[in-house]
């Protein structure tokens, strides 16, 4: 089974943002799901995003993983419901 994954890059050149803005238009609906390495502060970037995105962007929910430690990798079971759940996935790291 072939799917298609949409990756932005943070660290890319900025473009116009033409696709990035497609993207949020169509969220509509959406499940974004935030897998967080557990370094201080991420938690409150994620509900921030998360709270725009719905406000703004129409996403209907917003599923929230915290690992344990930014060196472990999440339980493959946090992978398996995410795929199944999430149309959108963001991993990040505070500080």
């Known amino acids: 089974m072939a799917e298609t994954v949409l990756l932005f890059d943070p660290t890319a050149p900025r473009g116009k943002g033409e696709l990035a803005q497609s993207v949020l238009s169509g969220m509509t609906g959406k499940v974004v799901g935030f897998i967080d390495n557990a370094k201080p502060n991420f ?19 917003v599923l929230k993983h915290q690992k344990r430690s930014a060196s472990t990798p999440a339980a493959a079971e946090v992978y398996q419901q995410y795929a199944e759940e999430c149309d959108l996935v963001i991993t990040g790291s505070g500080d």
């Open 43 to 61: 938690n409150h970037l994620a509900d921030d995003i998360g709270e725009l995105l719905m406000a703004r962007y129409g996403v209907s929910r």
